[in-house]
């Protein structure tokens, strides 16, 4: 299995301290369709993607 570094982006860090920058932004928009996201977040289990859909107001259930 892959291993996934989304827990410690960079650009990630810049969402979670200033969600409106421009780097927050548009790290936010980026997850709508990474791959490197879309298999990390999958391979969370369920509480932890529920926290990630709160925190991030993600819609994908």
């Known amino acids: 299995m892959a291993e996934h570094?989304?827990?410690?982006?960079?650009?990630?860090a810049k969402y979670d301290k200033t969600p409106k920058s421009f780097a927050?932004?548009?790290w936010r928009w980026h997850i709508?369709?990474?791959p490197g996201w879309k298999g990390y977040f999958n391979s969370l289990d369920e509480e932890k993607k529920e926290a990630l859909r709160n925190r991030?107001?993600?819609k994908k259930r």
């Open 5 to 12: 570094t989304c827990e410690n982006c960079t650009m990630r």
């Open 24 to 26: 927050g932004r548009f």
């Open 32 to 34: 709508n369709f990474c």
């Open 56 to 58: 991030y107001n993600l």
